[in-house]
Structures are given as C-alpha cells and as structure tokens.
C-alpha cells in the first residue's frame, strides 16, 4: 500500500478525487492482475492510498511510485498558487 494521507491533508474532497483519478491511470496496465490494485479515498484512514500492489514487479512499483510522487508532487504546488 502507498498513502498518500499526510500529502492530503486540508485537501478538499474535490482534489482528493483529483488525485485518485489520475493515480487510476497509473493502475490501468494492472486491471487484469488478481487481485487488481485499487484506489481508495478517505476510507480507514485520511487521504488517498493505492492498495493491493503485492504482485507488482519491484522495478515497476518503483517506477509507479516515483510517477505517483511527482502526481501528489504537481497536485499540491497547484494547491498553492
């Protein structure tokens, strides 16, 4: 699991739903593995976190990390203008 619930916190829920559409685009090459990763929004704990990425190879998890980084990254500099 990857949380991103300190990066989020005093995001609205808009921009929270913002951040987890585009992590979802991150996911689309692994809908077909089993279990699928997922998003999940505000559920046990505050923020944003993509889950069920056990079976991810580690040099693409690495790689998909660093991409959600830069995301969360973009997202919050835009906060801030």
Do not use: F, H
Request: aromatic share 8%.
């Amino acid at each position: 699991m990857v949380n991103y619930g300190y990066e989020c916190k005093g995001w609205s829920a808009e921009e929270k739903e913002r951040l987890a559409s585009e992590l979802a685009k991150l996911l689309r090459p692994y809908d077909k593995m089993s279990p699928s990763p997922t998003i999940e929004v505000d559920g046990t704990y505050p923020g944003v976190r993509m889950r069920k990425l056990t079976w991810i190879p580690e040099n693409e998890l690495d790689e998909l990390i660093a991409k959600a980084d830069a995301i969360v990254d973009k997202i919050a500099k835009e906060r801030k203008q």
